[in-house]
């Protein structure tokens, strides 16, 4: 089953073809350098790029492979809704011109199954963490398409607190990625950030005041953020390193601290797995593959590659719902971020496994 899979709920731009694992065709346009000048992802800018880079990715696409894929999957949500509606809209035309099948994507599923792009299957029950620009998701995983949230962040994501720290430190945007570069040569402050949001027995997190507690730290100890226009790792200031260093490790270890409640909620579950945009992050990934050893379960993250947003794992995500025997109706919405995605999967047998 060839599948072809669009992204677009956030800065991304991203089309591929997979069968099953293997990549037949791939296509990612980044738009950080048309958000980079405001701070942050500018959700009409995101809408605007999107259609109008689509259709040329699409168009890359060779024909004979274009007309020889059996289903298209697409980012039905959570996301940005004007970005989302493009890659939909864009999705539903193309089904209906090829006259192929279409399914909605979860975004956040796709994250996390992208961790079967690296080769082995993930093995159910699982316990899924999903860590990006926008969400941080505890999941219990059932199967491919069997999700239930045992928590999530209150107010601001894990990618939004390192993106927010970066911005005060006057990196590059989007800041996470810059961080975990300069905590490489950094020192952990003991004792500096408090991990947040721990002292009670949830699965949940609470990311937003660790901002303020960067800032308040900063201020205190008088470290200054760097220039605007230069920036050169070689240059930054020790202190600065250091409070990359700390952050990187205060997030993993709150991360990981809510992520063991869920596993010793669940000793049924067989493995553990870490996706999404923070999911690149060194600390992050070291964390959990503790976590996953200590309690005696296969691990499973994907290649730095796959841990952003990326038609890919859309295009797998969609490969599995066929193969549980649904596909979308045609009419399915777009779901923006904070709203429940609904699962209206219609009963379509003729990918059934
Ligand atoms: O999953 P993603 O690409 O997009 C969303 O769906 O949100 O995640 C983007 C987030 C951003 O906040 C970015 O700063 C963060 O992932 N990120 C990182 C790293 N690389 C990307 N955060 C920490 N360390 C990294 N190496
Ligand atoms: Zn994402």
Redesign the pocket.
């Known amino acids: 089953m060839k599948c072809l899979g669009i992204e677009t ?2 800065d ?1 731009t991203s089309l591929a073809i997979l069968e099953g694992k293997t990549c037949l065709h791939e296509a990612l346009h980044t738009q950080i350098p048309a958000h980079a000048v405001f701070g942050g992802v500018v959700p009409e800018i995101a809408s605007r790029e999107h259609l109008r880079l689509l259709d040329a990715l699409a168009r890359e696409v060779d024909e004979d492979l274009l007309h020889s894929i059996d289903l298209i999957a697409v980012t039905r949500g959570p996301g940005l809704l004007g970005a989302l509606l493009v890659g939909i809209a864009y999705a539903k035309a193309l089904a209906l011109s090829l006259d192929v099948p279409i399914i909605g994507v979860h ?1 956040l599923h796709a ?1 996390l199954l992208a961790c079967e792009l690296t080769g082995e299957d993930i093995v159910y029950p699982a316990i899924g963490l999903l860590v ?4 941080t998701h505890i999941y219990l995983m059932r199967s491919a398409i069997d999700f239930t949230v045992l928590g999530k962040t209150l107010d601001d994501a894990a ?2 607190a ?2 927010k720290v970066a911005k005060l430190l006057n990196l590059p945007y ?4 810059y ?2 570069i300069l905590a490489a040569d950094g020192n952990i402050l003991k004792n500096t950030l408090p991990r947040p949001y721990i002292h009670n027995d949830n699965c949940d997190f609470s990311f937003s005041g660790l901002k303020t507690a960067v800032a308040q730290f900063v201020q205190t100890h008088n470290i200054q953020p760097l220039p605007y226009d230069a920036f050169d790792p070689a240059t930054v200031p020790n202190s600065i390193k250091d409070v990359c260093a700390t952050l990187n490790t205060t997030i993993a270890e709150t991360l990981c601290i809510k992520t063991a409640r869920a596993i010793q909620a669940h000793p049924e579950v067989r493995s553990f797995c870490v996706a ?3 999911a ?3 600390q ?1 990934r070291a964390h959990c593959a503790r976590l996953a050893h200590t309690h005696g379960l296969k691990f499973f993250v994907p290649s730095q590659s796959y ?3 990326n038609g890919a794992m859309v295009a797998y995500t969609g490969t599995q719902v066929a193969r549980y025997g649904y596909t979308s109706a045609l009419d399915f919405e777009a779901i923006p971020r904070g709203r429940h995605v609904p699962a209206d999967y219609i009963v379509n047998h003729f990918f059934k496994e």
């Open positions: 709920s956030c991304e975004h994250h990006s620009g926008g969400h990618g939004e390192f993106d989007p800041g996470g990625k961080i975990d999404g945009g923070v690149a992050n060194a992050v841990c952003g947003d």
